[in-house]
Every structure is written in structure tokens, then in C-alpha cells.
């Protein structure tokens, strides 16, 4: 077992190397990978509810510069892991924030978002 595993990680070296090749790998790769990175933004997206909610109920309201906010005050990463920034939408009685998924476009179908109701 040990020797086909290296074997196919031999092949996958080699398919990597070879451009035409590469790309064939990827494409049938990136609905796995894309999966796999879908699975890592809930939690980061409860721990920024968290972050924002405190800070909104100490009194500081929302932040001004969601991107400042993001790459100063956030403690997780400021980017979802296909390297877009996360977003921030007010709606009554609280807020929402969201990764817009693998495409990049806010509001498709592949968006992660979370809402969080403030009771003041």
C-alpha cells in the first residue's frame, strides 16, 4: 500500500509539471478543494460575529473602514480562503457577513454568509 501511495504522488508530481497537464488537474481538483475551503468559513465567520458584536454593544458601533477593521482589529484572517475580502451588510436589528464563496461575486448562490440579531 505504502508503494502505490508513493507512486501516486509520483504521478501527481509529474502531471503537475507538465502545464497541459496541470491544467486538467486543477480544473478537476477545485470542486473538491473549493469544498474543503467552504468548511473553514463558518467558523471564522462566528468568531467575527462575536468580534463585532461586542464592539457593537460596548458602544462603538459599527466599524467605519470594514477594511481597516479587518486587517487591524479582526484575530482571524481578513480574507476567506479564495483570497476575497470578507463583507459586512447592516440590516435591521443587527448584521451580516459573508465570503462571497469561490466565484467573488456577492449574492450568488456559492456566498457564506451569517447573521446576527443585536438585542439592545
Known amino acids: 500500500m505504502g508503494k502505490f501511495i508513493l507512486f501516486l504522488i509520483l504521478v501527481l508530481c509529474v502531471g503537475m509539471a507538465v502545464p497541459r497537464t496541470r491544467t486538467v488537474m486543477e480544473a478537476k481538483a477545485r470542486p473538491v478543494v473549493d469544498r474543503v475551503k467552504a468548511k473553514i468559513v463558518p467558523g471564522?465567520?462566528?468568531?467575527?460575529?462575536?468580534?463585532?458584536?461586542?464592539?457593537?454593544?460596548?458602544?462603538?458601533?459599527?466599524?467605519?473602514?470594514?477594511?481597516?477593521?479587518?486587517?487591524?482589529?479582526?484575530?482571524?484572517?481578513?480574507?476567506?480562503?479564495?483570497?476575497?475580502?470578507?463583507?459586512?451588510?447592516?440590516?435591521?436589528?443587527?448584521?451580516?457577513?459573508?465570503?462571497?464563496g469561490p466565484d467573488g461575486v456577492e449574492g450568488t448562490t456559492d456566498d457564506i454568509t451569517l447573521r446576527k440579531l443585536l438585542r439592545r
Not at 473602514?65 to 487591524?72: H, P, Q, V
Not at 482571524?76 to 459573508?98: A, C, M, R, T
Open 44 to 100: 471564522r465567520l462566528q468568531t467575527m460575529t462575536e468580534e463585532l458584536s461586542a464592539r457593537v454593544m460596548r458602544g462603538e458601533g459599527y466599524p467605519s473602514d470594514w477594511s481597516y477593521w479587518l486587517s487591524r482589529e479582526y484575530t482571524s484572517n481578513p480574507q476567506d480562503p479564495w483570497g476575497h475580502e470578507y463583507y459586512l451588510k447592516q440590516i435591521p436589528d443587527g448584521f451580516e457577513v459573508g465570503s462571497k
